[in-house]
């Protein structure tokens, strides 16, 4: 192999421009993905954002249902009831600041 440098040379050559051609298909790749992964992030904030108001309309829901019915579980609706009043004096003193 060694009795002729421009053989070597080209060889050389040759696999320095398919390792550049495969770094650059990987860096595609890449880019490809991490876009990929920033979509996800977007689905998953909202789907987050979308089961928290869910949440919130459940405990709602569920505390409007356990004072119009008189059911047994009425003391969590009205700590549920309380909390809410609360969060709304809370509120009003912000306000007041």
Known sequence: MADNPKLLLGALS???KELIRRNNVLKEKMRALEDRIAQLEE?????????????IKYLNLKTAKGIALGAPDVKEA???FNKIVREID??????NE
């Open 14 to 16: 040759a696999k320095i």
């Open 78 to 80: 009205r700590n549920r």
């Open 90 to 95: 809370k509120c009003i003193s912000l306000l």
């Open 43 to 55: 689905e998953k904030a909202a789907l987050h954002k979308d089961k928290e108001e869910i949440n």
